[in-house]
């Protein structure tokens, strides 16, 4: 699978995609809309008018420019791209310094010991003079594409394959030239150009990357000479007789390059490219790139300020409610306290609980009358210990705690006593005891529970 790339005009939000034919230029705009891309064709060698957030895609033709792989003996493709470019330099006809390029699609070579990369690009000198021939009225492209990178995803789009070995050949035809575009599933593998049709010169170029048993190959049919549907089965049948495989007219096929201009100007996707880099960069693209960090930092700056609006607000609005907790909670001590002075400044709880327990202590003598009586409590104790066969020796008794001195047959008994009391809801504690007789005694110390 093919890495994703940015697209050449991210600042834009329409797209012009200009396909300049010898005989008119055909032109399709592309209009981004919460995610969405609508296509609409425009009139055939209208100008438009200059927009700030429209960006004018034209291509470097194929005749104009190179495609074709390099492999480094690296298993690495990450490491490998160091390397293409000095591997590329050796194949050119001229410096790699006189030329725009890059790898626009990076993978291990089969057998995984080596890496592959498609490296597309083209003279500066090449460029420059596309530039110059551009139609003057439209003013200079902001995005200069390659035609066979073009061609190439804008069928897979359109056409996804079908299975990952299908062959596939994507023809542009009009007055001026015959490209054809030859890949095998996603994997674009070279591209060729001539002046006119020439079946022969094809299907040589096709043997150049499958010189083993033909396989069936998708013809795809594109460019201005593709109305003529006719014509265009003709021409497949001089290829098909020697390179057999169904044909395909896409829908609109003589604007199939301009829209395909258009999309990729607009959006993300598998082998990107823009040749206007570097001092050949469009005037406004560049201002636009340079710009770029600023309106960044301007951006996090806004959203900085917001962040601490929100959060002064947050700790405005949290500092009132602490206020209005605060005044309830002195309110509601002083209500327990009885007066606001037996409150401590900022000690309302403490104040609180001190009042309450001089109030506690004070009517002690009132509420006794009305509290269990102790020989409640005792008998309680006194069943639990005959229920486990405990004899006993003393009994102390409080209103808050009993104390059960008692000889036991084992430890064990001891223990059940005191969770017999446990379940009721007591505290207890079993202090093990012994006496010179050899007899086992201890001490159950159980606190009375509250509602008793």
Known sequence: ??????????????????????????????????????????????????QSRTAIAACLRQRESFVRWVEAPLASPRKALRVFPSLLDVQLPFSIEDCVFQIVDARPAPGGRSSRGLAVGARLTDIEKRLQGFPSD?????????????????????????????MRAVVYESDDRFTVVIGRGEELLGAHTWRAFEPDAVIRALRLYVPE???????????????????????????AGRWPGPLVIPPDPDAFLARALAIRALTAGPLRFDARQGRLAHPAAAERQRKAPLKAAAVCLVAGLILCLVNAAWMIGSAQRL?????????TAARAAGSERMLPPGQDR??????????????????????????????AVLAAA?????????????????????TVPTWAHA??????????????KVDRKGDANGRLSAAIMAEVPRDL
């Open 323 to 331: 206020g209005r907790l605060q005044a309830l909670l002195h309110a």
């Open 415 to 428: 223990e059940r006593v005191a969770q017999r009391l446990q379940k009721q809801g007591w505290k207890t």
């Open 386 to 406: 005959q229920a486990e066969g405990v004899g006993v020796q003393s009994l102390m008794a409080t209103r808050s705690r009993v104390i059960l001195q008692a």
């Open 213 to 239: 048993d033909t396989p069936e190959c998708l013809w795809v049919w594109t460019g201005p000479s593709a109305r003529n549907a006719e014509a265009a089965r003709a021409r497949h049948t001089a290829l």
């Open 1 to 50: 699978m093919i890495d994703r790339q940015p697209s050449a005009a991210p600042w834009a939000r329409n797209s012009l995609g200009i396909d300049d034919t010898s005989a008119k230029p055909i032109v399709v705009r592309a209009v981004r809309r919460l995610g969405r891309l609508r296509l609409e064709r425009c009139p055939d060698g209208a100008p438009v008018a200059a």
């Open 350 to 379: 403490l104040g609180a609980e001190r009042a309450l327990a001089e109030r506690t202590r004070l009517a002690a003598p009132l509420l006794a009358p009305f509290r269990t009586p102790v020989t409640a409590t005792l008998s």
């Open 138 to 166: 439209w003013g200079a492209p902001h995005v200069l594409d390659h035609e066979g990178l073009a061609l190439w995803t804008q069928s897979l789009a359109e056409m996804p394959p079908s299975a990952s070995g299908t």
